[in-house]
Nanobody
Framework: QVQLVESGGGLVQPGGSLRLSCAAS????????MAWFRQAPGKEREIVAA????????TYSGSVKGRFTISRDIAENMVHLQMNNLKPEDTAVYYC????????????????????WGRGTQVTVSS
């Protein structure tokens, strides 16, 4: 049984940083495309960042590029999202997702490409 469990969310002031973690069980992150999505109230779920299992290629949404970094810890079977210079518009529930190892880049951006999801962790950016 595959389980993804997110942690690390919380309340942070604008300009601050948070590090989200996703602990995976039942599936190796090294053989999966792992992604972070987010969903703000009243908005659709959107891709934040993803890392492909096969060649470790990464992709980021334009709104977070240069501020967020996705990484994998193969030994711990975890995926992290380092979020710097946070803005109020980053406020959302952040979800970890796992999909096939060899997703093409365009598929990495689509939530339907991912087979397994965590329950999410709330990130609130406010002064």
């Amino acid at each position: 049984q595959v389980q993804l469990v997110e942690s690390g969310g919380g309340l942070v002031q604008p300009g601050g940083s948070l590090r989200l973690s996703c602990a995976a069980s039942g599936r190796a992150v090294s053989r999966s495309t792992m992604a972070w999505f987010r969903q703000a109230p009243g908005k659709e779920r959107e891709i934040v960042a993803a890392v492909r299992g096969g060649d470790r290629s990464t992709t980021y949404s334009g709104s977070v590029k240069g501020r967020f970094t996705i990484s994998r810890d193969i030994a711990e079977n975890m995926v992290h999202l380092q979020m710097n210079n946070l803005k109020p518009e980053d406020t959302a529930v952040y979800y970890c997702a796992a999909g096939a190892s060899s997703l093409i880049m365009s598929s990495m951006w689509q939530s339907r490409s991912y087979d397994f999801w965590g329950r999410g962790t709330q990130v609130t950016v406010s002064s």
